[in-house]
């Protein structure tokens, strides 16, 4: 008789290869279609399961799209704080932040495009994008150290590093690399401009 840490384990290693099919056929429709046309019937098809073992997994389309957004995730890798650790210089620090969301986009940009698109109509979407925008901004402040911007410079210097400024010289066939440069130098711009600005008026 097998002891029962064996049975427990092989237990686990069953539901933990279940839940990644599942995941893996979910991305795979989301990719394809989107992911407020993807249904679990669609998903149990993709992943060969029974439909009532989707649900049991995931009892609600929420729960599954938030599921896979940690999955998402994993895919893409956000950069962290960790990506200026020894990185002193401002402009350093910001051709560091915009290449590494650069990289970041050109990983995830079917997902990051769906989940822009559909947020309005799957609420755990919502909450992906309005976690991202968070990260973004937290990011933007910590690559500026003890460089202050104003509201406009900032909300500027968000737009320039957005997700849709990636897309646009992508779609035009302008290489990531050569992109995160020139985006470096406008966001470099913008700073120096506020600071030029800020000075006259004092």
Known sequence: MAPRGYDLGKRAESVAE???RILAATLALHNEQGVSATTLPEVARRADLALGTVYKHFPTVDDLVTA??????????PPGPDIFVGIEALPDRIGKLVHELFAMYER???QIAVARCEQDEVPA???FV???ARGHEQLLRLALGQHRLAAPELRAALAL?????WKA??????PTQQAA???TAAVLANITGASARKETTQ
């Open 18 to 20: 279940t839940k990644r």
């Open 68 to 77: 896979c957004g940690g999955h998402v995730m994993a895919l893409i890798k």
């Open 108 to 110: 995830g940009a079917r």
């Open 125 to 127: 979407l919502k909450a």
């Open 130 to 132: 309005q976690q991202d």
């Open 161 to 165: 590093t957005d997700f849709y400024v």
């Open 169 to 174: 010289f992508s779609e035009k066939r302008v």
């Open 181 to 183: 440069e020139m985006i």
